[in-house]
């Protein structure tokens, strides 16, 4: 394998989310960025893995420390070298276990023929499923046509219901379901499969084919369900040796996210065009826990109508709040500083279901929450509601590691020059504390700017305090926590028991591209109080069962662990001006806090540069022959500047665009 | 996803002119080019896809790919999109974006530097691990021996026993300067591909979601539109 270029404007250190952006906006604006991972995997804490490499991972030993031949490199005489890596950073609690037999043969045999029985039914039945039914019940492709004004929609809901309250002669419930109706813009929270069968009709030469495919499915879920549950309850069809077979059908996130579909991170990604690296699904469902058991909590406006859990006084109560929510000031609140948001609710008399949907769900709160943080967290919540489906959330196809290499290679597209599984073993700095280069195995290379991750940063640099963890875990399951008729992707909102934390859960089928067929992944990320198994006992034991008879999932497979958060507070301590650590993940639901400390990452090194401007389209750009001297003006252009030719279509694009306008 | 790949109809469509069942196919394949620095991938890509030559190649900045238009018979236009290891990707393993849904790949050696060769084992046990055919199977790989047209006279020998171990399905010697045995390298995979019907029409309703600024109803299919 060649040696590396030894000379470059930027070097990043990790492959990490934050890492990653500030690397792609980087080499987006010409500079030339090495960007250089000691792990042979992309996304480091970020990362998702399969079954069988997850296992691996943790295993190998955790430093990031190489020092062979770095003996030999040669330093200036006023540099010093720092060891890369510091002993704050860990991963802990770390646990795995199978909680099923190892070969499917162990299974003892009378249990095995039930399994035939029930193994051929279950065929028998499929057969009947034509590959079409599976289509048509599958959730994701909501056909949306956002539009900004889908709040206003909302609003506007409201205003109408408003106006039927005072005409009160109207039975509340069919005036609401009315006003859904008459709104044509409802049509986005309409039926996924209804959706479905409009697409059809468009193209409609399959639109028959469609239709019967819904009878189809009705049979079928008819036939299925009991089907399936009587299968469940007498055997139990996964071993250790089944699971692995599909090892690579796994993409297990170490740092499960969700998007906000109209947050700060989803508009970066559509604005810099990066979101062509990215695919998504919709969170089809949010669930909460309450009084023993799971319930779907209404968020948007249509299921809030149509809700069973909520009756048409609270309704009523919850729209208008979410309303005044939506429209109010800080100042409107002003006599509710230093209170929780939760208090604020009490004082509006709102049952305590509802309570519990609002602080819970709607604001991600948890009981102490303050009144200014939840009233945030309910605009934002609604502000991308009625975009996609029925929740304002997004989850990363294929898993949330495929977010970091999106970022990677955009940066390796315009550039950046990409160096994974590198022995890296020191910093070099100078007298003045400014970074000078890297020693990468028995290499110097060297750069005006350093941007790592914070498990790279050197003890040096490093301020011992005691860190923050978040407590993770991560489930193999063989069903849904709540089984629906259709394939959902679902975020779990669950308080702990006093009330104290909120855990977030989500859950992805096969449909997500994170497990194979007929198995589920569950994603637990709570706040670390004891350890990770302990801290996510009550949501395992209150979700999941192991007797196979119960309806709750049996956990097969389930892998805990602990890392740090160190997105809340700085751990880095250096007065070095062209040296930044970007930190790990953190415990939010989403990444829109760690898109901005990416953001201003860059804006600290490039304070005259637009952060990840919108990327050409492959059909943009125009091969130019690159004769030599073509070649050497990009390379002589300034720094900021992109070759022409992007310019060029850039351009032309815009003015494309506006025309349409 | 990967640029527009939904713009691109991959299902079959009844001429709008002729009301017999006279379907057109117009199909899109993603193949990957591989193989380390200066082999002369991005050259390859180049003199396949639009028939030119350059003896100093940069990095075609912000490309992720080159796309080739081919009318195969009377019933089927295959777009095919040529991926280029982004140019200095080349230290290490590649995104999960550059493999995903490709349908075959060509490994790339310099005939001029034979420890080019030594290469292609660790190139193709990254792509073995990482991408795999919609059915599970290993993706088509062919082997391009490039530039044939400076010497010939040092061909590894057993290379016939090397793409047997490797599974490699045949190799040819290239010149991406002199335009020898592209087309026929290149439609070894494409025959292969339609043979085995590897590639699946992305049906509208496994999609994924796919962000998009403006919605942009290309041949029909609607985007999501966002803003
Ligand atoms: C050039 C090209 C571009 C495509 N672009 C898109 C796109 O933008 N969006 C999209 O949704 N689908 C795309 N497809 C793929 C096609 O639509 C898939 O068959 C389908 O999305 C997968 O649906 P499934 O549920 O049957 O997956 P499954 O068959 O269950 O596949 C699951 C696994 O197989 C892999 N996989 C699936 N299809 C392919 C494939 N064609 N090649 C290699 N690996 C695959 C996935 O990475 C995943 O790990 C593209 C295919 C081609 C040939
Ligand atoms: N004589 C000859 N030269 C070739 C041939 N193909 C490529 N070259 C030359 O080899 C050099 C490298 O070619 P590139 O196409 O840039 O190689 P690459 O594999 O894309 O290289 P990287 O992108 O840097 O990894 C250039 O000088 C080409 O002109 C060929 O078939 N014959
Ligand atoms: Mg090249």
């Known amino acids: ?426 910093f070099i700095y100078d007298e003045e504390h400014n970074f000078k280069g890297l020693i990468s195995g028995q290499q110097k290379i060297t750069a005006s700017n350093l941007v790592t991750g914070f498990e790279y940063a050197p003890n040096e640099m490093v301020e011992k305090k005691e860190m923050s963890y978040i407590s993770r875990g991560i489930f193999i399951t063989d069903k849904s926590v709540l089984e629906a008729d259709k394939q959902k992707t679902s975020l779990i909102l669950m308080p702990s028991k006093d009330g104290k934390t909120l855990c977030h859960i989500i859950e992805a089928g096969h449909w997500s591209g994170v497990c194979p067929k007929d198995l589920y992944i569950v994603h637990m990320s709570a706040r670390r109080t004891a350890s990770a198994k302990e801290d996510l006992k009550y949501y395992v034991d209150t979700l999941f069962s192991n007797d196979p008879n119960d309806t709750k999932p049996n956990v097969l497979w389930s892998f805990y662990f602990a890392i740090p958060d160190t997105n809340d507070k700085d751990y880095t301590q250096h007065n070095s001006k062209n040296s930044f650590f970007c930190p790990g993940p953190d415990s939010d639901l989403d990444y829109d806090n760690s898109i901005q400390k990416a953001s201003k990452i860059f804006d600290e090194i490039y304070p005259d540069s637009e952060f990840l401007p919108r990327a050409p389209d492959p059909d943009e750009i125009i091969f130019c022959d690159d004769s030599d001297e073509a070649a050497e003006e990009v390379k002589e252009a300034g720094a900021g500047d992109l070759p022409q030719e992007i310019e060029k279509t850039e351009e032309k694009q815009d003015s494309a665009e506006i025309s349409l306008n | 996803m990967i640029s527009d790949i939904n713009t691109v109809k991959m299902t079959d469509s009844v001429s709008e002119d002729n009301n017999n069942l006279c379907y057109k196919k117009e199909l899109l394949f993603k193949y990957l080019v591989i193989g380390d620095y200066g082999v002369g991938k991005t050259s390859i890509i180049r003199r396949y896809a639009e028939d030119t030559f350059s003896s100093k190649y940069k990095i075609t900045i912000g490309a992720d790919f080159a796309i080739k238009t081919i009318t195969w018979d009377n019933y089927t236009t295959i777009n095919l999109q040529l991926w280029d290891i982004a140019g200095h990707e080349r230290f290490g393993a590649l995104t999960s974006v550059y493999y995903r849904y490709a349908l075959a790949a060509a490994l790339v050696f310099d005939l001029t530097r034979p420890e080019t060769l030594n290469s292609i084992p660790k190139w193709l046990k990254d792509l073995r691990n990482r991408s795999s055919l919609p059915n599970g199977q290993n993706l088509p790989v062919i082997l391009l021996a490039n530039k044939g047209d400076v010497n010939l006279d040092n061909i590894p020998k057993h290379l016939d026993e090397f793409c047997k171990e490797n599974n490699i399905l045949t190799w040819f010697i290239t010149s991406a300067k002199e335009n020898i045995n592209l087309d026929i390298a290149m439609n070894t995979l494409i025959d292969y591909t339609l043979h085995h019907k590897y590639y699946k029409t992305p049906n509208e309703e496994t999609q994924p979601l796919i962000l998009n600024e403006t919605e942009k109803p290309k041949n029909g299919r609607k985007r999501f539109c966002f803003f």
């Open chain 1, 1 to 426: 394998m060649d040696t590396l270029p030894t000379e470059f404007d930027l070097i990043v250190v990790g492959t990490g989310l934050i890492e990653s952006a500030v690397s792609a906006a980087a080499s987006r604006i010409g500079k030339r960025v090495l960007h250089i991972d000691s792990k042979d995997y992309y996304g480091g804490l970020w990362a998702s893995f399969n079954l069988e490499n997850i296992e691996t991972v943790f295993s190998k030993p955790q430093s990031n420390i190489h020092n062979a031949g770095s003996e030999d490199v040669q330093l200036d005489a006023n540099q010093k070298k720092l060891v890369i890596g510091n002993d704050l950073f860990e991963i802990i609690d770390i646990e795995q276990a199978w909680h099923v037999l190892e070969k499917d043969k162990d299974y003892d045999s009378s249990l095995l023929k039930t399994k035939d029985v029930a193994e051929a039914a279950l065929e028998v039945s499929e057969e009947c499923n034509a590959e079409s039914v599976d289509a048509v019940t599958k959730e994701v492709p909501v056909a949306v046509e956002a539009n900004a004004e889908s709040l206003v929609d909302e609003i506007q809901a409201i205003a109408v219901q408003e106006a039927i309250e005072k005409n009160n002669d109207v039975d509340i419930q069919e005036g609401a379901v009315a006003v859904i109706e008459a709104k044509e813009n409802a049509e986005k929270e309409t039926d996924p499969v209804l959706e479905v069968k409009e697409e059809f009709n468009a193209t409609n030469d399959i639109h028959v084919e469609a239709e019967e495919a819904q009878i189809v499915e009705e049979e079928h879920l008819n036939n299925v369900t009991s089907l399936e549950v009587s299968a469940a309850a007498v055997f139990k069809p996964w071993s250790q040796e089944s699971i692995m077979k599909q090892s690579r059908k796994f993409n297990l996130d170490l740092t499960p996210k969700v998007q906000f579909s109209r947050g700060e991170f989803v508009k970066l990604l559509v604005s810099s065009n990066i979101a062509r690296y990215a695919e998504y699904i919709a969170i089809g469902r949010i669930l909460t826990y309450l009084d023993g058991k799971l319930i779907p909590v209404p968020c948007s406006r249509s299921n809030i109508f149509s809700s069973p859990h909520v009756n048409v006084i609270e309704k009523r109560v919850l729209m208008k709040l979410l309303s005044t929510l939506m429209d109010s000031t800080d100042k409107d609140f002003s006599e509710y500083d230093g209170k929780t948001f939760k208090e604020y609710l009490q004082d509006r008399k709102l049952s305590p279901e509802l309570i519990h949907y609002i602080v819970y769900s709607i604001a991600l709160s948890d009981d102490e929450t303050s009144c200014s943080d939840g009233v945030k967290n309910v605009k934002r919540f609604l502000a991308s509601l009625g975009i996609i489906g029925q929740t304002p959330f997004i989850y990363s196809m294929y898993g949330s590691g495929e977010i970091p290499q999106a970022f990677c290679r955009l940066s390796a597209v315009f550039g950046g020059t990409y160096a994974l599984n590198q022995p890296l073993s020191h």
